[in-house]
């Protein structure tokens, strides 16, 4: 997967009109920027529980993950609410057909939602996109049994 420009980046932020378009801005330049995360911006339509959807900024793709001498990449998609950094981000994992969410988990729910203290312990200005994904592997390595994992 190839980085998003910065120019690219910026043009997305400016068309989601996000309440603190900076903080977004650099919070989404951090994380695809982190040599852990493969992630590509997209504004996408978020569906929320009670029907309304809005269109979203979205990354998707993968964080790095080391299980027992090997590493993996864990599908995840992080979603940007109108008043990020105020509000916690939505972070999901997708597994692919291969892959099993546990329903042991404490992390994540069995629909794929993450659920981890960091999120919801999420408060501005001390939380940040960047410090959440270098917490998702270690979450990860709970998620899913390990002959499950994509390599």
Known sequence: M???SQNEIDQMVQRARPTNRD???RDI???VNLPISNLVLKLKEYYYNDGNSKELLCLDGTVACEYKGNRYYIPIEIWFQQDHPNVPPLAYVKPTSDMFVSTASRDVQPD???IIPYIK???HPNSDLQTLLKAMPIVARSIFSPENLCR
Do not use: D, P
């Open 2 to 4: 190839v980085k998003q």
């Open 23 to 25: 903080l977004v801005r």
């Open 29 to 31: 330049t951090h994380g």
């Open 112 to 114: 794929g939602t993450i």
């Open 121 to 123: 312990n999420w408060r």
